[in-house]
C-alpha cells in the first residue's frame, strides 16, 4: 500500500510558486530554476549600498539592506505575489530565512537585538489573514536566533495599498500612520525594521519615524527586495 501522502501528492502535486511547473523530490515551494533565477543585490555586505543611499537624509539608520532586485517581468515579482496576494505563508518563511542568510553572512548586522516587521493595518490583516513582512521575520528570526516583536508598532490609521499610488502621493498616503505600542520593548535596542518591498521608502520610512521617537532606539532596515 502507498502512504496517503503519496497518492495526494500524485493527485495534487506542488507546483511552483513561481512559474507553475510541479515540483520534483527536493524543491520547496520555488523549482531549482526559479530559484537560481532570482535576481540577488549583493548589497548587504556593501556599505553605502544603493538601499542606504535610497534612504540617505530620511531616516537614522545604522545600515540598511535588501536581498533581491524586483522588476516586473522577473521571478522575483512573482514570488512577492505569491506571498502578498496568494496566501503562501510557507514561501514567506523560506524567503527570511534566504533574507536572514544574507544578512548573517555580511557581519554588519551582528548586533541586532530585535526583530519588527512593518505592520498591516488590522482590516487588511483580517482580509489577507497573514501579514507577510511578519512571517519574512519569523524567518530571519530562526537562522539568526531573533526574537520577533510583531506587536511594537502598529498601523492605526487604514491607508491605501502602496502600490496603487502614484509616488509622489505615496508619503502622504502613509504620513502618521504608525504608532508605537511598546516602547519598554524596544528602548535602548538595536531593532531590524523588516518589510517585502522597498519602492520609493515611504512606508519604511514612516515606520522607522515612529520607533526612531522611542529613546536609545538604533534602526537597521532590511527588505525581501528592491524595485528598480
Same mark, same amino acid.
Given at each position: ?5 503519496? @497518492?495526494?501528492? !500524485?493527485?495534487?502535486? =506542488? #507546483?511552483?510558486?513561481?512559474?507553475? $511547473?510541479?515540483? %520534483? +523530490? ?32 530620511? @531616516?537614522?539608520? !545604522?545600515?540598511?539592506? =535588501? #536581498?533581491?532586485?524586483?522588476?516586473? $517581468?522577473?521571478? %522575483? +515579482? ?151
Amino acid at each position: 500500500m502507498f502512504p496517503l501522502s503519496s @497518492i495526494i501528492q !500524485v493527485l495534487f502535486p =506542488s #507546483t511552483c510558486a513561481c512559474c507553475g $511547473d510541479v515540483l %520534483v +523530490r527536493g524543491e520547496r515551494q520555488i523549482c531549482l530554476d526559479c530559484l537560481a533565477d532570482m535576481a540577488t543585490t549583493a548589497f548587504t555586505a556593501m556599505d553605502d549600498n544603493p538601499v542606504e543611499r535610497r534612504l540617505m537624509g530620511r @531616516i537614522p539608520i !545604522v545600515h540598511a539592506t =535588501s #536581498t533581491f532586485l524586483f522588476r516586473h $517581468d522577473n521571478t %522575483v +515579482r512573482n514570488a512577492v505575489h505569491a506571498m502578498k496576494f496568494h496566501g503562501n505563508t510557507e514561501l514567506c518563511l523560506m524567503m527570511g530565512r534566504q533574507m536572514g542568510l544574507d544578512l548573517l553572512s555580511s557581519g554588519r548586522f551582528d548586533d541586532l537585538d530585535l526583530l519588527i516587521p512593518v505592520p498591516l493595518h488590522w482590516v487588511r490583516r483580517l482580509k489577507r489573514g497573514y501579514n507577510q513582512s511578519e512571517l519574512l521575520c519569523r524567518g530571519i528570526g530562526e537562522v539568526m536566533n531573533l526574537p520577533v516583536c510583531p506587536n511594537a508598532v502598529v498601523r492605526h490609521r487604514y491607508t491605501h495599498q502602496q502600490s496603487l499610488q502614484q509616488s509622489r502621493k505615496r508619503a502622504e498616503n502613509v504620513d502618521g500612520a504608525f504608532r508605537i505600542k511598546k516602547a519598554d520593548i524596544i528602548a535602548g535596542k538595536h531593532i531590524l525594521l523588516v518589510d517585502d518591498v522597498l519602492t520609493t521608502g515611504a512606508t519604511i520610512t514612516a515606520c522607522a519615524d515612529a520607533i526612531a521617537s522611542v529613546p536609545g532606539v538604533r534602526i537597521s532596515i532590511a527588505t525581501f527586495c528592491m524595485a528598480v
